[in-house]
Nanobody, 121 residues
Framework: QVQLVESGGGLVQAGGSLRLSCAAS????????IGWVRQAPGKDREFVAA???????KYADSVKGRFTISRDNAKNTVSLQMNSLKPEDTAVYYCAAGYAIATLVDSYRYWGQGTQVTVSS
């Protein structure tokens, strides 16, 4: 089992940047795929990005070229650097752990509590 805690959310103007972090505790963190999933008010959860143990990465088309995911297994952390933010990026961002990298959000087994990202126009 792994426990996940997100940080780094906040309010930013359109075009700005934020860096989210996901700190993990528990066993065998490095063996998990870690994903970022977001949920805007009134909308379904949406896959954003994910990285597996070998640094294979997937991004949603909506964030390609703007967001960068990375992991530091020595520190048990995964980061999401978000640049050129848009108002439509406003959502609660969750990190989640699963046994394989996936774009299907229900594939992830363990979830953090989420951190709010608000992008003003």
């Amino acid at each position: 089992q792994v426990q996940l805690v997100e940080s780094g959310g906040g309010l930013v103007q359109a075009g700005g940047s934020l860096r989210l972090s996901c700190a993990a505790s528990g066993r065998a963190f490095s063996s998990y795929a870690i994903g970022w999933v977001r949920q805007a008010p009134g909308k379904d959860r949406e896959f954003v990005a994910a990285i597996n143990w070998s640094n294979y990465i997937k991004y949603a088309d909506s964030v390609k070229g703007r967001f960068t995911i990375s992991r530091d297994n020595a520190k048990n952390t995964v980061s999401l650097q978000m640049n050129s933010l848009k108002p439509e990026d406003t959502a609660v961002y969750y990190c989640a752990a699963g046994y394989a990298i996936a774009t299907l959000v229900d594939s992830y087994r363990y979830w953090g509590q989420g951190t709010q990202v608000t992008v003003s126009s």
